[in-house]
């Protein structure tokens, strides 16, 4: 019988032996690689087609965004309207969203409704059209859009700090703009489609509790399509990284507040060093409970919230700091992310304050499994940038094991003021 007048132990979350549920992988008639988790206890799915068709493939600027927004506008047999009805009937979502090397098709749906939706998605795929009323309708509606955003100083700064790092002309830092909406055309849209999707290179992947008969369902949908039997062309883009590291731009001169961007360059997902420079961001910046926000919001009260995150792409990467201040503070709240920058390099963390890192690190984590979707963005990540299933363990291990020498070392390498570019935007 438990003794109910001893409390029970409690654990910390670095204690627990966190494991990435399986993912299973198959194959398709045309060589389409397919992978499944198969959880959860409701009948549902999510079906998600990762295409190679971001921007880092276009020769003009917008054409693959354009090109995968206006998917679902129209086929040869049915209509934007159509489509849209047809999925709504069904309580289903298809969505599509376009990444710098990647593109999406994803549909969320009751498995029972399987045999109705998926020959709509293949003929997406197939025998999409790109009217000329839906790309001039997709054309005013988006610069109407930009130009509404543009009034905004945090959009401004997120735009200008990716051009400032990569370049204007770099996949990574290239940005919309009216002239660019208008040059576009039917036919460069129906090109980039007919080599990156319809003849384009694609994975699949499954989450959910999956039905017996998913993969002939998908070998019959689009086992026979011509996808993954050509190679795309190799596309290469140089960087061309502004030379000045310090920018402050006027948008709004009627504005309270500024939008502060800080960023620099650093390795990529590959690198020895990535698993522990995520500790030290989470440290720095990367949580409610971090040295950023403990100072530039709790005790400065310069902003509503601050935070550090990567860019992780699969090309390029960069470290980056974000926040929106008080106009008359921006200056100041740099300041003081360099004084912390400073601290971190030149006095070792204590063990309570890392211990409280490790446990939201690994809190997270485990937050992340929780549901076959989000166990599967896991498994997306690990097999798009081509990382294998020991990274997952690798990460929990160095969550694990780092120490504060490791956490003063990583900064003294990678938290230098002169490397980042600086951006105020008001």
Known sequence: MIDRT????????????????????????????????????????????????????????????????????????????????????????????????????????????????????????????????????YKQTSKQKLAVNLKKCEFVAGRLIDEYLYGIDHPYGKYSSAPAFDALTREQLLEFYKQYYVHGKCIIFVAGKIPPDILPLLNQHFGHLPINQTALPEKQHALKPATEKKYRISNDAHGVQGAVRLASYFPGRKHPDFMKLQVLNTLFGGFFGSRLMSNIREDKGYTYGIHSYFENHLQQSAWAISTEAGRAVCEATIQEVYKEMTVLREVPVDEEELLLVRNYMMGSILGELDGP??????????????????????????????????????????????????LVVV
């Open 6 to 137: 001893v409390s029970p132990h409690i654990k910390d979350a670095v204690e627990f032996d966190l494991r990435l549920k399986p993912c299973q992988a198959a194959v398709l008639d045309n060589g389409t690689r397919v992978y499944m988790v198969d959880a959860g206890t409701e009948e549902v799915l999510q079906i998600d087609l990762v295409f190679y068709a971001g921007n880092w493939h276009e020769d003009q600027n917008l054409v693959a965004a354009s090109t995968n927004f206006l998917l679902k506008n129209g086929t040869h047999k049915k209509t934007a309207y159509s489509i849209n009805e047809h999925f709504e009937y069904y309580g289903s979502y298809l969505n599509r969203h376009c990444f710098n090397e990647t593109a999406n098709i994803t549909l969320h749906c009751l498995n029972r409704h399987l045999h109705e939706l998926l020959p709509v998605v293949q003929e997406i795929i197939s025998e999409s059209v790109f009217s000329e009323e839906e790309l001039r309708l």
């Open 373 to 422: 979707f989000q166990i599967m963005a896991k498994w997306k990540n690990i097999i798009l940038h081509e990382l294998g299933e020991e990274y997952f363990y690798n990460s929990i291990n160095t969550i694990k094991a780092i120490t504060p020498d490791d956490i003063q070392q990583m900064a003294r390498t990678y938290l230098i003021p002169e490397n980042f570019y600086e």
